[in-house]
DNA sequence: AAGTGGTCTAGACCACACG
DNA sequence: GTGTGGTCTAGACCACTTT
């Protein structure tokens, strides 16, 4: 039963469907609140019966201007504006707490488990070690200003740093195997591309699953090209922009 | 009205979502359909009912799969099978049809336009040229197998290829620039994000607005520092994985 | 002309966050 | 406990694609 008479679509003119005029002045009106960056949009029913649609058209709105990267949720706690992208150059060795606080903004890494593992297949296979091989395997959570914004694997040759696991690695594991071990990567391999985020990796960063994302991996061999290190980072697809300067 | 009964939640229970344990059956079953890598989903309706839900659960479990790569939407078509990513480097300075057929696949390149404009402030400020400097202009839309997967905005110096609009551009800029007006790029910033597609880019690539996207802007300099290129590039999120490798 | 995806409505219940 | 976001239903119309 329900609708007898849809107005739905052409209904107030303008060729575009309504969630994206909604997108539209959503976004003007959001745009002039004051409340700075923290800014936290009021409750779906409320701006729903403000702009005069349905809970779910308004949720449309409010996905489209999420996947602009304008606005993002937390949890279910509500919608909140995005903050401005982090630069994040992969191939750059300053840690992640040194460019975020060049950036003016506050880092934070939290270790969310570290073991002894035997290298699956897969790793094998990328790094060159033998199936089954000895692997430090690490897996950390990052903030910026206290927004959780990647979840990141490690993989390290425990060849190379013995003991790695009995240090603190709430900070930079570039740091530690320059400063401990003299190691520093001579050759990488960079691979990006934008998926969704799914299960654990978007459990761990406190977002619905299929939440746009990006992921980054980082193969690095030192000067005789035995493996270091694997790094895979997922990222919130809003949280930065990837920039390399290459000459030559 | 509607609704008196709602079984909706923990229904054939399981702690998950019924949209994303219809996600896990739905690729279940596309992977052991027969096809290959054409293979068209049945109508959304037919879903819905084969999987006894509604189509709007349907469509949300379709959605996590297209966020995830696994599948697209062609206009209002259908849904498909995604083809593997395609490999790409934005640092190398192989064209774009010769890395996609090295990957055993078929390039193909529209240019939309061609125009000399005065560089707007934006550009200007990138480039390091005068507001309002003539500028190149040239839109083009780049296949992969009969697939539109980015459209790209490309903006040179006139100065340094003068009469470059003369030339066909539907094959590489690149190699044009190489063997028409011996140029190669010196120096290069990129820079890359995830980004929903809007408007005209989401139109251009046959795409619902919103659909998720990756920004790709490659900033080309000659050896004495002058501008030479703007690239911008607008992806299909899941055409593509960003390769680099680095030396150091 | 028929069928399909795209959009939209008006509800409802659930589970988590927060006071 | 209350409110909020997250999920779900059972329809309907529209516009485009395809037959």
């Known amino acids: 039963m329900a609708t007898e008479k849809n107005t739905s679509f052409g209904s107030s003119s303008g060729s575009q469907p309504l969630y994206l005029r909604l997108r539209d002045q959503l976004w003007q009106w959001i745009e002039q609140q004051p409340g700075g960056s923290q800014f936290r949009l009021p409750a779906e029913r409320e ?17 489209q201007l999420e996947g602009e990267g304008r606005i ?4 279910r706690r509500g919608w909140f504006l995005t903050p401005a992208r982090l630069q994040y150059d992969p191939n750059k060795d300053t840690g992640f707490h040194h460019y975020v606080q060049e950036q003016g903004l506050a880092p934070r890494t939290e270790t969310l488990q570290k073991s002894l593992i035997e290298a699956p297949p897969w790793l094998a296979a990328l790094s060159g070690l033998a199936p089954g091989a000895p692997v430090y395997q690490i897996l950390r959570r990052r903030y910026v200003d206290e927004r959780a914004v990647l979840v990141e694997h490690n993989y390290l040759n425990p060849a190379l740093c013995p003991g790695l696991l009995n240090q603190s690695t709430d900070l930079s594991i570039f740091t530690l195997l320059k400063e401990r071990y003299q190691l520093q990567p001579a050759q990488r391999q960079l691979s990006m591309y934008a998926q969704a985020l799914t299960g654990q990796e978007a459990e761990a960063l406190g977002v ?10 980082r193969l690095s061999r030192d000067q005789q090209g035995r493996f270091l290190e694997l790094d895979q980072e997922y990222w919130l697809h809003d949280a930065l922009t990837v920039v390399v300067q290459v000459t030559g």
Not at 72 to 75: A, I, P, V
Not at 208 to 217: K, R
């Open 208 to 217: 619905s699953p299929g939440c746009a994302g990006l992921f980054i991996q």
């Open 47 to 63: 701006l729903a019966e403000r702009f005069a649609t349905t809970r779910v058209t308004l949720r449309q709105a409010l996905s």
């Open 72 to 75: 993002y949720r937390s949890n």
